[in-house]
């Protein structure tokens, strides 16, 4: 079957937008594709700075005929519906249309056969139509033209079957001159036709080039110095890497996010090694490479005894007569520049002692509603202490270390490199003699700040990361700026993700609800919409949400975290316990069976206390019980709830659940053998405090009418038995 090309070439595309606009692309024209009846058998996406690719193969060369049915008024109806009907399907009279039975009455069809259109036909229009679906992060217009793109459009190729397409995209008004790329002579300069030229490499191979099919396209841009792959670009670059470092005996410090981002900033990549300046060799690593990887994109070495090497490498989009020996002497003058910014910082920042960075703090603003920084840190040292006071710790450190936190934002070097924050902090705090785990725990506040991030474990580190992110949630939440959608501009979800790791990881028996009231206290001046408890309430339920999906990448069903939570569980650790137990108990025949006995009690209870307006609460009376089941479900019910009620106090939850499963037995027999709404008002009223105390039992587990999952055959059975 045919191929299809379509190729996008405009200026340098931003390199963090490049992966999913090339999907996107392929995604959007691969259902344009199909909805029009000419599905592709395959297709693949190609992206380099400069253009957008997408091949398709065994696209039909002609779209089946197909059958269309037009639904028209019912039978019978008026005849100016008829008549509007005829003229909007193009009849002359109901003798062409099909009269059919519908499940609503009979209704006229208009049926007609529509004969396929070749796909060199259609396909203009679909390809046009799919150019301008694809979104951008950030877009830009050019000149008086209509479209909204990354960048200027300069031209497109568009060959179906080796040949060219017709049409192209009109930009804006008609503007005399040249026609885009030279395909269309219409002497337009905003009109885009496609074509079947493209270029290559901009310095070294910038003609224009004549493509007739995929194969000769990507070969042609490869002697052209482009290669059009991302993913061979990026193996290119990291075996160029890897054995420069190799002749050097260095290793390559791994940067994945880097390989992607260089990969693309070039279209043929040729990697060259510099050298560092040994008077910078005395700055902290992380200076270095930050100065190397934010600014310039180099990638870092490491020596053999694991310190980093006084060299780094560049990737040029050259290829060049000298061996790219005047690239890298460029390249190593800018970065000596940059470096001598960062030891001009590094010997001043150091003079300066950071409770004087400290006292900057109030001019800097944490939030409109929520004060500055120099607030937020008074906020952590009382969180901080406190958390540390509860973790057994002394609070003294803990409080100490949230007071110079944030003291490295005023500093020269955080401020020409913010990537540093935190890091500086630690650096300036063991020069002036503070203890190493203070120093430590500085370093180590934001963290974790992802999913792969490292979690802290250090005590006193972790006590001062939890209170600043319990400071963070508590603030938003209280001024009711919270994560909406796909929305979370404050990182409240990451925080939340933050203070669930920390607790988990480190298994923290703290009381969040408590928690989360002090941090709320501590924002005396802040005036929400809210009472206190209302978003102690909503933070609980925030970090349980975040919980469920957290635990849902290791198979935990989120409704038995919500059927632990629902009893107000704060304890995170204890929940997920809970949590774990539970699962194990309703994935059983004995818990499953129990599931559905619970809710035939509870559907019961339910309908008799609404009908008869009063709750069931209470011991059932066993001077009442004419049948032995009921006897021996309330001789098991008084004996399984103090056992499940103790083993919940020792955390001992797969004990409470096997306790619970003792009840199996005589609930089955209950049910199959009592008549809940028997005639007598007192037997009936004394069945209904049983089913309640068999509801009160479970419920000292987990609130079991939250779990899904559960079929009740009999439940309605009972309950009409007794009517």
């Not at 008077?279 to 490491?302: G, N």
């Not at 603003?365 to 040292?381: I, Q």
């Not at 006193?460 to 600043?468: P, T």
Request: with cysteine; charged share 25%; hydrophobic share 45%.
């Amino acid at each position: 079957m045919p191929e299809l090309l379509l190729e996008l070439f405009s200026e340098e595309i931003p390199a963090r937008m490049q992966r999913a606009a090339a999907e996107d692309l392929k995604t959007l024209l691969l259902k344009r594709l199909a909805d029009a009846g000419i599905a592709a058998e395959d297709a693949a996406s190609y992206v380099t700075p400069r253009r957008l690719t997408v091949h398709a193969t065994g696209v039909p060369a002609h779209q089946p005929d197909r059958r269309e049915e037009r639904k028209g008024p019912r039978v019978g109806a008026p005849d100016p519906a008829i008549n509007g009907f005829l003229k909007a399907a193009g009849l002359a009279s109901l003798d062409q249309a099909e009269q059919r039975e519908t499940g609503k009455g009979a209704f006229w069809f208009a049926i007609s056969e529509v004969k396929g259109r070749p796909s060199a036909d259609l396909l203009p229009a679909l390809l046009i139509d799919t150019v301008l679906a694809l979104s951008w992060p950030k877009s830009m217009r050019w000149r008086d033209t209509r479209l909204s793109w990354v960048r200027p459009l300069r031209s497109m190729i568009g060959l179906f079957d080796g040949s060219r397409l017709g049409g192209g995209l009109q930009l804006g008004a008609h503007r005399p001159g040249g026609a885009q790329g030279g395909y269309e002579a219409s002497g337009d300069e905003n009109f885009v036709g496609f074509g079947t030229r493209t270029r290559g490499h901009r310095f070294l191979a910038p003609d224009e080039i004549e493509v007739s099919w995929f194969a000769d396209y990507r070969d042609q841009l490869a002697n052209a110095f482009v290669e059009i792959d991302p993913a061979k670009r990026r193996d290119e670059i990291r075996r160029q890497a890897d054995a420069l470092a190799a002749a050097h005996q260095l290793s390559l410090i791994d940067d994945p996010a880097l390989l992607d981002e260089v990969t693309g900033l070039v279209e043929w990549p040729v990697a060259l090694i510099g050298r560092i300046d040994d008077a910078f060799m005395a700055l902290p690593p992380e200076v270095l490479t930050t100065s190397m990887r934010a600014h310039q994109k180099y990638f870092a070495l490491r020596r053999p005894d694991g310190f980093l090497a006084p060299r780094f490498i560049v990737v040029s989009n050259m290829v060049t007569a000298d061996g790219g020996a005047a690239i890298v002497a460029g390249n190593e003058r800018v970065l000596r520049a940059r470096l001598s910014d960062a030891k001009f910082f590094w010997d001043q920042d150091r003079k300066t002692p950071l409770e004087r960075f400290a006292h900057k703090l109030d001019q800097r603003v944490f939030h409109a509603k929520l004060g500055s920084v120099a607030d937020k840190v008074t906020r952590l040292e009382e969180l901080a202490g406190h958390i540390a006071a509860l973790m057994r710790l002394d609070p003294a450190p803990a409080a100490r270390a949230a007071q110079l936190a944030k003291a490295d934002l005023s500093s020269g070097m955080v401020g020409e490199f913010p990537e540093l924050q935190g890091v500086m902090g630690r650096y300036y705090a063991l020069a002036q003699g503070e203890p190493a785990e203070i120093a430590e725990a500085i370093a180590q506040h934001y963290a974790p700040a992802g999913p792969d991030d490292a979690c802290p474990t250090a005590p006193v580190s972790v006590a001062l990361a939890l209170a600043d992110k319990l400071d963070t949630l508590a603030g938003f939440f209280a001024i009711d700026e919270r994560p909406t959608g796909s929305k979370d501009p404050f990182a409240l979800r990451r925080a939340a993700l933050g203070v669930l790791r920390l607790v988990g990881e480190n298994q923290l028996r703290l009381p969040m609800r408590e928690l989360f009231g002090r941090a709320l206290a501590l924002y005396p001046k802040v005036a929400g919409t809210e009472s206190h408890g209302a978003i102690v309430d909503a933070l609980l339920g925030f970090l349980a949400d975040r919980l469920k999906v957290h635990l849902r990448g290791v198979q935990v069903r989120h409704d038995l975290v919500e059927a632990v939570f629902r009893l107000r569980e704060d304890d995170f650790v204890r929940l997920r316990m809970r949590v774990d137990a539970l699962a194990g108990f309703v994935g059983s025949a004995t818990g499953q069976g129990l599931l559905v006995a619970f809710r035939r009690a509870v559907n019961i209870l339910k309908i008799e206390e609404k009908n008869d307006g009063k709750s069931y609460n209470g011991p059932a009376a066993p001077g009442l019980m004419r049948q032995a089941e009921e006897t021996a479900l309330k001789r098991a019910l008084d004996a399984v709830r103090p056992a499940v009620m103790q083993a919940i106090a020792a955390d001992d939850f797969v004990g409470a659940m096997t306790r619970l499963g003792e009840l199996r037995a005589p609930v089955d027999a209950f049910f199959e053998s009592v008549t809940v709404n028997c005639p007598e008002t007192d037997l009936r009223q004394n069945r209904l405090r049983l089913l309640s105390d068999i509801r009160d039992t479970f419920l000292e587990v987990a609130d079991f009418s939250a779990i899904e999952g559960a079929s009740d055959d009999g439940k309605q059975r009972d309950h009409k038995v007794g009517l």
